[in-house]
């Protein structure tokens, strides 16, 4: 961790030497104009802006202070704040004036741009951050909590990006970790949290990482630990809304130890995009979009997940290490490796949601339900799985299966575990499977065309009003009030529409042709088999 120097602000480093018991609400704004600027002004208008950070000398910063940076300018900036203590109704604010292209905020140092450390009620917002050898943010807390620091509008760009051999160090703060805002980390410096943090409208391109939320998991800040050693500090009150990461090596947001969390209105496009392999094709790390980490009653809705090309996962549903109680829900998933690897570090993860989402060609790798030591009480219902590539249910326990289409593509199948179904007193209600044939622990389920509607984006994917599907779900009291489209739930359906049917009819398939197609699906189901078999020889000799 970077040496904390108590807040003397110059050129390339801001501080202050005042206690906390010093600071006061004082309510003053600076300027810094990097183009018209003059460190002998005064820097309190923008006619007496300074041209750097180095204009601060003595002043003290505190609840209520404002620092503006010219739009259209260029600033060195590697700060450190520490014990900055704003409040709700008036906070530390660091901003921008004027008009043009935003404020560029940037350092060619292996350190952050911004690092808070034990600080409250800071507001950054409307400028952009680039670091080609560093990082965005790193919030921090050594001696107390943080609260209510909010970052809005702010646009993260040229962090490194390039090809890496393993996952980035996650440790020692956003410039090891590639990330455009890193808090605390895996492992944490402290049992302090950070609380009511708020991350919206903000733009990552170009960046290995997003967003990298960490929270503190043990007294010996282990992460590895046995469950009867874990006694996690979570941070509360998480929220990320409205952001938009594209273009990245790794991933976009991580939820790790925090509790109440919630990602809305986001998307996640062309993240992960380093493959993870060597040149044999041996995976050397693994990364996915968006993903909970040991994270308790959080949720993550409303995004779009796509084109994640990591081999070893790339999926969009996660729920990873001791996550409990957790929910994906109205996510649109296309074109990644996989839809889901959920990965349970030793007891079994439990009451996890996976609800109303559509996945679309997700298939360049198996997706499975749940994987290591399993889901307990997992609920996956009124999913729309189109195109998939393997799919299986295994390591489930009390879990509720319900109302889902899934499709996988040719040659493709629906695995099962029947020890584990046997054991795991899962229940598997009204899903629908075409072009392949229903797994053995849902025969009773409905294989057919499900008759969409057909045409271009999510709307292909609503049903026709004559679908086999319409009103043949079962209904699951979970309080929500609308579907993946944002229709109002008028019928309870298979499938993540719930609506009456939308126009027009679509042909559906008659005895004759499914017979046939049945047929079909069982010899590809006896070739799948046997092309397993036959790999699992190869590899026994090879070895």
């Known amino acids: 961790m ?74 060195e900036c590697a700060v450190t704040l520490q014990d900055i203590q704003g409040t709700k109704e ?18 060619d140092l292996h350190e952050e741009v911004f690092t808070f450390i034990d600080c409250s009620y800071i507001k950054v917002s409307d400028i952009s951050i680039t670091a080609p050898s560093g990082g965005g943010i790193w919030i921090d807390t050594i001696n107390k909590e943080s609260v209510g620091i909010t970052i809005d509008n702010v646009y993260f760009y040229g962090l490194p990006n390039g090809k890496v051999t393993g996952r980035d160090d996650q440790s020692r703060g956003a410039a090891p970790a590639r990330a455009a805002v890193m808090v605390k980390g895996l492992p944490a410096n402290s049992r302090y949290p950070v609380n009511d943090l708020t991350i919206r409208n903000c733009e990552v391109y170009d960046s290995a990482n997003g967003f990298m939320i960490w929270g503190s998991w043990n007294d010996a800040q282990n992460p590895w630990c046995d469950d009867d050693e874990k006694d996690p500090i979570y941070n509360e009150g998480l929220l990320i809304e409205g952001c938009y990461f594209h273009e990245m090596d790794a991933e976009a947001v991580i939820i790790g130890i925090c509790d109440g969390a919630l990602v809305t209105n986001c998307r996640a496009i062309n993240t992960c995009q380093g493959e993870g392999v060597d040149e044999n094709g041996d995976i050397l790390y693994f990364t996915a979009a968006m993903w909970f980490w040991g994270s308790e009653n959080s949720t993550i809705q409303y995004c779009e997940i796509a084109g994640q090309k990591n081999f070893g996962d790339g999926m969009t549903v ?91 593509m040719e040659g493709e199948v629906i695995n099962f575990d029947l020890e584990d179904e046997i054991e795991g007193k ?106 397993v078999i036959k790999r699992e020889i190869e590899e026994t000799v090879n070895k």
């Open 2 to 75: 970077k040496k904390i120097i108590s807040l003397i602000l110059c050129i390339m480093m801001l501080v202050t030497v005042l206690p906390l018991s010093a600071v006061s609400a004082s309510g003053n704004t600076y300027y810094i104009d990097s183009i018209d600027g003059d460190n002998s002004n005064s820097g309190h208008s923008p006619e007496e802006a300074w041209k750097d950070l180095g204009g601060f000398t003595a002043e003290a910063l505190g609840a209520g202070d404002t620092v503006l940076f010219r739009r259209g300018g260029t600033y």
């Open 90 to 107: 008036a906070p530390f604010v660091i901003s921008s004036y004027g008009e043009g292209e935003r404020p560029v905020l940037r350092t």
């Open 318 to 408: 996660d729920f990873d290490s001791g996550t409990n109680n957790c929910t994906y829900q109205y996510i649109y998933s296309h074109d990644n490796m996989r839809f889901v690897v959920n990965n349970a570090k030793d007891d079994p993860q439990r009451n996890n949601t996976v609800r109303y989402c559509l996945s679309v060609n997700d298939n360049k790798g198996r997706s499975s339900i749940a994987s290591g030591n399993g889901e307990d009480g997992l609920k996956f219902y009124n999913n729309t799985i189109i195109n998939c590539g393997e799919f299986q249910f295994y390591h489930l326990l009390n879990s509720f299966v319900a109302n889902n289409i899934i499709i996988p």
């Open 426 to 531: 899962n229940t598997y209600r009204n899903n629908c499977y075409y072009n392949t044939l229903n797994p053995g622990c849902d025969l009773l389920s409905l294989n057919t065309l499900p008759a969409f509607t057909g045409g271009e984006g999510i709307d292909a994917y609503k049903l026709a009003v004559n679908s086999p599907l319409i009103g043949k779900g079962v209904k699951v009291e979970d309080g929500l009030k609308t579907d993946f489209y944002g229709n109002e739930i008028s019928s309870v359906n298979i499938g993540c529409y719930m609506g009456g049917g939308e126009e027009p009819e679509v042909q559906t398939e008659n005895c004759f042709i499914r017979f046939f197609r049945m047929i079909k699906n069982f010899f590809d189901r006896i070739k799948h088999e046997l092309d």
